[in-house]
């Protein structure tokens, strides 16, 4: 019998793989792979129902996109916080500037995408969204946990903001007048015509004139849980777009035109903008924007 392997390389040989870049869209095996390295931050962006979902992937955090990662001194819902307070909240959520940073929802693929494009937006990009979420990942038999995660140590991440990502509503109202930007909303075709209500009652029906309508439902696989592969997504991108080579998406509150824009960077568009006020901004009646019905 050979003698017991040395403590270091009995420890060394524990250690999950090394955390690299990763690629954007990450599968479950990807990540449980990973899981537990020091590099490596998982956070859950569950909104809605899903915010605060007491199974996650063990030593998930929340990036609570309902709570402090929204700037709730806007009168619009999401609106990205200034860099100087996303930086202070990723950091009390353990985010180094060497961090890799997974982003995962309880639905599938929902509210991630709006979590990724905000790291982006601050000058981050070693970011990917967990394509499945949480019912992927239990549905390749990797465990969850219901304790709560322990406190982080504070992190150094720094914001490094590149405006070019985020439209306001002056820019947004720019480009439905150039011929070389493609304005796409996320929103379902119904919502979009203005032949189904608005889920906030304040606003009026319709869309920005000049947007196209591509629903991200149309981007995801029939559960909702899944991107479609890629040639599938570059497809119905070069479709809505119809070859233009500039990009804005929007939607209700700036979340779903996040999967619009998430979808555009994995097919290699350098830069879609996202309109963070979406139509909880320009459907406002004391605005006196312009706004279309019908298709």
């Known amino acids: 019998m050979g003698p017991p392997p040395h403590r270091g390389t009995e420890r060394a040989s524990r250690e999950p793989p090394a955390v690299t870049a990763p690629p954007p869209l990450i599968d479950p095996s990807w990540l449980a792979a990973r899981l537990g390295h020091p ?5 859950d962006a569950g909104i809605g129902a899903h915010r605060h979902a007491p199974a996650r992937i063990p030593g998930a955090r929340a990036f609570d996109l309902d709570g ?18 996303l930086q202070r909240e990723l950091r009390a959520l353990g985010v180094d500037d060497r961090s890799t940073v997974v982003l995962y929802d309880g639905a599938g693929i929902y509210s991630a995408p709006r979590a990724w494009w905000m790291l982006r937006a601050m000058g981050f990009d070693r970011a990917a969204v967990l394509d499945g979420g949480l019912p992927a990942w239990q549905a390749a038999g990797h465990p969850v946990s219901t304790d709560r995660p322990a ?15 985020l439209a306001d ?8 007048t150039d011929p070389a930007t493609a304005v796409l909303d996320a929103r379902s075709r119904a919502r979009f015509t203005g032949a189904a209500p608005e889920p906030r009652p304040h606003l009026r ?5 000049g947007s196209t309508s591509l629903p ?18 570059r497809a119905r991108l070069t479709t809505a777009t119809a070859g233009r ?47 279309a019905t019908g298709d």
Not at 151 to 165: E, I, K, Q, S, V
Not at 216 to 233: E, I
């Open 205 to 209: 029906p319709g869309h920005l004139p």
């Open 216 to 233: 991200f439902t149309d981007l995801l696989t029939p559960d909702g849980r899944h991107y479609l592969p890629l040639p599938a997504l």
């Open 169 to 176: 509503r002056d820019a947004v109202a720019a480009a439905l």
């Open 68 to 85: 402090a990662l929204s700037d709730h001194a806007s009168p619009l819902p999401h609106t990205l916080p200034s860099p100087a307070d």
């Open 151 to 165: 406190p982080a140590p504070a992190g150094d991440f720094t914001a490094r903001p590149r405006p070019a990502l």
């Open 245 to 291: 080579p500039h990009l804005v998406t929007t939607c209700g509150s700036g979340v779903t035109a996040c999967i619009l824009a998430f979808a555009a960077h994995l097919t290699g568009h350098p830069a879609p903008a996202v309109y963070d006020g979406s139509w909880s901004d320009w459907g406002r009646p004391e605005t006196g924007l312009p706004a």
């Open 39 to 43: 590099d490596l931050v998982v956070l």
